[in-house]
């Protein structure tokens, strides 16, 4: 069996790779850029354009199992080109999709859920991995500068993310599934600049922001006006969903949630200038 992935050079993308070798799998690695490609010995490097669907059809040769993003070109526009990628993987003999849900309704996702496939949708809740936003600050002053330092996160390690879609291509059971994933315990900011200490064997400083210094800082750094909005949104008042631990990960691989402990130790060396 072979297994074409999407969106391979991110965050999730090379879990879900590194997971599905793990399972003995053959992995194909989709990119638009084949130099900036790195993976590890075994992995077929593939280059193709979610965007323009015509140059995925030597890529899906063979393929069994699909997974795909909802977001494609360099703004993170929403795809459009779901109806006929879907044509494309059905005519080249996929059996089963999986998509990684991009925060709500996307045309991609809404055409996998209506085509003949076997699928599943992958929704985590804010990934571990967003905590890297802070490795710039906290090697040179030791100190996160965060507003809403009381919000509530039952983040997800991204390796369970991969982990999950991993299982979904390739075992019978999963089709037509959202499998809502999140972590093992319901974190605040405090909790997380703790175990980053911890891990880093450094104390760091929590700087609480207001609202006004937040989006000052966010500007600062280049946000656009819409995701400042909605970090204020969702920072201020986090949807139940975000802050409600579940048994997925579990229920789905066998194996307990990782923790944000076990994420910061394996990402301790961003944090240490």
Known sequence: MTNLVAG??????????AELLDRGQAVRALTRDLTKA???????VVEGDLTDPETLVAALQGVTGL????????????LETGPRILELAGEAGV????????GGDTPLETAVRESGFAWTVVMPVEFMANA?????GIRETDEVREPFTDRLSAMVHEGDIGAVAAVALTEEG???QTYLLSGPRVLTVKDKTTAL???RGRDITLVELGRDEAIAQWRAAGQPEDVIEFLLEVYGNTPEVGRTVNDTVRRVTGRPARTFDEWATEHAAAFTA
């Not at 790195?38 to 077929?44: I, L």
């Not at 997974?67 to 929403?78: C, E, R, S, V």
């Not at 890297?132 to 710039?136: K, Y």
Request: proline residues 6%; hydrophobic residues 40%; glycine residues 14%.
């Open 132 to 136: 890297l936003s802070w490795a710039d």
């Open 38 to 44: 790195d993976f590890p010995e075994g992995v077929e």
């Open 67 to 78: 997974h795909l993003i909802t977001f494609g070109g360099p703004y993170f526009t929403p």
């Open 174 to 176: 999963h089709a037509g």
């Open 197 to 199: 200490a911890r891990a």
């Open 95 to 102: 059996r089963r999709v999986t998509v990684l849900n991009g």
């Open 8 to 17: 391979a050079t991110g965050t999730v993308g090379r879990r879900i790779v």
